[in-house]
Structure formats: structure tokens, C-alpha cells
């Protein structure tokens, strides 16, 4: 088990270091921040000291390098413009971002495993037609146009719903479902087709001849090992939540990490921008490192050095 753990973290490491290095350079090619700082009649002397101030004088590597060293010691830098440290602006809007991609992973679980098991169980009937044509509609949806529709149907024509903010359980129903709706239809499908290799094998044929009612084959024996891959997959998406929660945080106006990142883009705040990225990796990370020790539970069968392969 250590010898996994170990493995496992540093192939986390390493995958951080990576996203570090890629943002870093990437952030840099977009310009330079300070002619959006300084007013249009600022003098030489103004834009140099500025640059020296902000270490943008330094050779890319170099700045890089800073950066690493201040992060090492829990130092993220501060903004740009508001002069802010950065980490604290981040962990003060993390929450608002968590809240929104677990509440969409767990509503879009909650709908798509069932949908996938009725269709599992209904193959070529009415019920698996009208399941996956609806999971294949969702999955075609982006998810901008879905919370702009959603916006539009339930905020202004019949007023049900607030149109933005955070606050009360109304104000995340319609970024929760624009966010997870894809998902819904990613695990409706990936739940069927993991039930219907279930269902074939040998030990739920023999359960069923034991005289077990279908309740139980279906969801003590076929269910847990079928969920298998919808963990896996569902642990990535995880992360693609947390990235796709930049559009929605942005329609919505969600006061999350994704909103603060696309205003810093704008701003060229780098610093800011960079943390950011990086904190969302870590969570993408560490939840995909936790989601490999809950293979054991899942499937005791499964052993560490087989999984590790």
C-alpha cells in the first residue's frame, strides 16, 4: 500500500509541476499587463519602474522560477491590480466553485445511474429509446446555450428562479443542471452498457438461479461492479467540471474561482490567474488520487499491483 501511495503522489507531483509550467508560459504570451495599468500618458520612467516593481523585467525563466520559490513557502504573489494576496482571493471564492461542480456531479449521478439501469434492463424496449435519445440530446448541449435557455424559460417568462447570485438552494438549481446536464447523458450511457456486461457474466446468472429476487442481482452483484467505470470516469469529469464552471460561473455570474480567472484574463493579472490554475489542478489531482483507493472497496478482487499496471 505505501509503495502505491507513494507512486500515486508523485505522479500527482509531477503532473502539478507540469500544469505549472505550461500555464506559466502560456499566461506570459498573452502581453504585457502594464500598458493596461498605467494610463495611456505614462512616461518611460513610470513603465519601467512598474515593470521592475512587478519582476516583468526579468527573463521568463527567472520570473518562473520566482514564482515556484514564493509558492514552496505557501506564497502564491499578490494581484496586480488590486495588490491583494493571491491565495487568499482564491480560497475565498474555491468554495462557490466546489459547491457548484459537487452539486452537478451528484444531481447528474442521481439521475443517470437509474436512467442507465432501467435502460440496461429494458434493452430494445420503449425505455432505453427514450433514455438515450434523451442522453444523447444532453450531450449535444453546450453549456452556455443550456444556461441562457434556462435563464430565459425560468428567470424571465415564468419567474421562478433568480437569474444570478449564490446565497440560497434557488440561486444553484440552474447552474447546477447547465453544468451537469452533459454529464447526465455521459452517465446514462456508460451506466447501460456497464450493465449489460454485468448482467451476462456467470455470478449474476448464478444468483439469479439461487432463486434471488432481481432487486438483489441487480443491485447487490451487477450495480457495484458495474459502477467500476462509471467512478473512473466520473472522478475526470470532476475536473472538467471545474473547468467547464468558467462558462457557467460567467453566465450565472457565480462567485467562484472560474469568474475570478476569466476577469484576470481580461486584466492580464498573471498572479492571479496562475494560482488559480494551479489550485484547480491540485483538487482535479487529489480527487482523482482518492478515486483509485476507492477501487479496492468497490472491488476487493481488484489488487493494488494490478491496478497500478
Request: aromatic fraction near 8%; charged fraction near 15%; hydrophobic fraction near 55%.
Amino acid at each position: 500500500m505505501s509503495r502505491y501511495l507513494l507512486r500515486r503522489l508523485l505522479h500527482a507531483v509531477l503532473i502539478v509541476a507540469g500544469i505549472s509550467v505550461i500555464s506559466f508560459f502560456f499566461l506570459h504570451l498573452t502581453g504585457d499587463p502594464v500598458g493596461l495599468i498605467l494610463p495611456q500618458d505614462a512616461t518611460r520612467e513610470q513603465i519601467e519602474t512598474l515593470r521592475r516593481d512587478l519582476l516583468l523585467d526579468e527573463p521568463i525563466h527567472v520570473q518562473y522560477l520566482h514564482f515556484v520559490a514564493s509558492a514552496l513557502q505557501g506564497d502564491m504573489g499578490r494581484s496586480i491590480y488590486t495588490r491583494e494576496p493571491v491565495l487568499g482571493l482564491i480560497l475565498e471564492r474555491l468554495p462557490a466553485t466546489l459547491e457548484l461542480a459537487l452539486t452537478a456531479l451528484v444531481l447528474s449521478l442521481i439521475i443517470a445511474i437509474p436512467m442507465g439501469v432501467i435502460a440496461a434492463l429494458r434493452r430494445g424496449g420503449w425505455l432505453d429509446t427514450i433514455s438515450m435519445t434523451l442522453a444523447l440530446f444532453g450531450l449535444s448541449m453546450p453549456h452556455f446555450w443550456l444556461g441562457i435557455m434556462l435563464i430565459m424559460l425560468f428567470s424571465v417568462q415564468l419567474n421562478w428562479l433568480p437569474t444570478s447570485g449564490r446565497g440560497t438552494w434557488e440561486q444553484l438549481i440552474m447552474p447546477s443542471v447547465a453544468l451537469g446536464a452533459s454529464l447526465v447523458a455521459l452517465f446514462a450511457r456508460l451506466t447501460r452498457s456497464a450493465m449489460l456486461e454485468v448482467l451476462g457474466q456467470d455470478y449474476v446468472r448464478t444468483a439469479r438461479a439461487k432463486g434471488l429476487t432481481e432487486t438483489v442481482v441487480v443491485g447487490k452483484h451487477a450495480l457495484r461492479n458495474a459502477l467500476i467505470p462509471l467512478v473512473t470516469v466520473a472522478a475526470m469529469e470532476f475536473g472538467f467540471l471545474l473547468g467547464g464552471a468558467v462558462i457557467i460561473e460567467t453566465v450565472f455570474a457565480w462567485p467562484g474561482v472560474g469568474r475570478l480567472i476569466v476577469q484576470s484574463i481580461l486584466d492580464r493579472d498573471y498572479p492571479v490567474v496562475q494560482a488559480a490554475v494551479m489550485m484547480l489542478a491540485i483538487v482535479f489531482v487529489v480527487v482523482n488520487l482518492v478515486v483509485d483507493l476507492l477501487y479496492t472497496w468497490l472491488d476487493p478482487n481488484i489488487s493494488l499491483g494490478r491496478t497500478d499496471q
